[in-house]
């Protein structure tokens, strides 16, 4: 792709920013970010800046369980969410950017509601009125 | 301040041990172009940073390298957590079981310790943004060498992803030196 550096990249041309919430079908095949499921995938939401190494393909993200399911929803949204971030700190005047980070913000709420609810606090601040003490009894990320 | 989340930013779940390859992943860790010294990197660059653009940016890339040295940590781990004492000695971790058993220890693939000198830090906002924009390429190109030196998918699957990773960071940090420059900071 040509363009000039520092010119800012109009990403979100065919992006619907708003009304459909539903996870992987609110990008356009012909819009120059992927999807929040393939985006996380591959580690980079933006078709441009996407390059494989040796034409070696991303690994699927191996779902066994509910939680594995819960986990990456939440993860991808969480992702798509943060590369919104990044570019916005250098744009912080892009509309589009800050309408889909907004939307992703309202999905990835209702999925870590969703997860807390079955698999317990992924915060410390989140459901902590019972005892046992929730936050030490889930599993730490880095056990498999 | 900082906030925890329990979770990977991206998924790591290693079925077969392997130390050898622990011995090189711990460079991303501890090494000199490894994701520590990225966080604290960025970390320590941006109260000097003249924008506010920058201040953002640093600390948001310096907090996401937080989770990638939780990444690479985890695959250290999970790769060394079943090992036996004769398969420590066997992949020449016997050194470093004599140190600190099983525990992680952030040096580069020869050993050498971490050190503070991989923050390399000037004050100055282009020349802290180019040393950034070189970070990303190298921790890019360790990646690829470590990629070489696997075909586990288990593995595979984190190396590639933080790969894209440096690719993204780095388009970021040179967006913003390209501005910097234009606009005279």
Redesign the interface.
């Known amino acids: 792709m040509n363009f000039n550096?520092?010119d800012e990249i109009d990403y979100f041309t065919n992006v619907n920013t708003e009304n459909d919430m539903n996870m992987d079908t609110n990008i356009n095949k012909n819009s120059n970010l992927f999807n929040t499921y393939e985006g996380?995938?591959?580690?980079?939401?933006?078709k441009n800046?996407?390059?494989s190494?040796?034409n070696?393909k991303?690994?699927k993200?191996?779902v066994n369980s509910e939680r594995?399911e819960l986990?990456?929803n939440?993860?991808q949204l969480?992702?798509a969410k943060?590369?919104l971030?990044?570019?916005l700190?250098?744009y912080?005047n892009n509309t589009n950017a800050l309408n889909l980070f907004n939307k992703y913000q309202k999905m990835e709420t209702e999925q870590v509601k969703n997860y807390e609810r079955r698999f317990g606090?992924?915060?410390?601040?989140s459901n902590m009125e019972n005892i046992p003490f929730a936050?030490v009894n889930?599993i730490?990320?880095?056990e498999? | 301040m900082w906030?925890?989340?329990?979770?990977?930013?991206?998924?790591?779940?290693?079925?077969t041990k392997d130390l050898r390859l622990a011995k090189l992943l711990v460079t991303q860790y501890g090494g000199s172009n490894g994701e520590l010294a990225a966080a604290f990197r960025y970390l320590n660059q941006r109260y000097t940073m003249p924008d506010?653009?920058g201040k953002?940016?640093l600390t948001?890339?310096g907090t996401?390298e937080l989770a990638h040295v939780?990444i690479i940590?985890?695959m250290i781990?999970?790769l060394m957590k079943d090992a036996s004492l004769e398969e420590i000695r066997e992949a020449g971790l016997d050194s470093h079981y004599a140190e600190h058993k099983k525990a992680l220890y952030p040096t580069d693939a020869n050993g050498v310790p971490f050190t503070v000198m991989y923050f390399a830090t000037t004050g100055d906002p282009k020349a802290d943004l180019m040393e950034d924009m070189a970070a990303e390429q190298k921790a890019r190109a360790v990646y690829?060498n470590l990629?070489d030196l696997t075909n586990d998918?288990d593995v595979?699957?984190p190396l590639?992803?933080?790969?894209?990773?440096e690719?993204?960071?780095f388009?970021?940090f040179?967006?913003?030196y390209?501005?910097y420059k234009?606009e005279g900071l």
């Open positions: 550096m520092f996380y995938v591959k580690g980079n939401l933006f800046l996407y390059k190494y040796k070696l991303p690994v993200i191996p594995d986990l990456l939440i993860g969480s992702f943060h590369e971030n990044l570019l700190d250098n912080p606090p992924l915060t410390v601040s936050w889930d730490w990320p880095w498999n | 906030k925890y989340e329990k979770r990977l930013q991206y998924p790591v779940n290693i079925k506010n653009r953002a940016l948001d890339i996401e939780e940590s985890t781990y999970q690829e990629i998918p595979l699957g590639l992803w933080l790969r894209q990773r690719i993204v960071h388009q970021r040179k967006e913003l390209e501005m234009s």
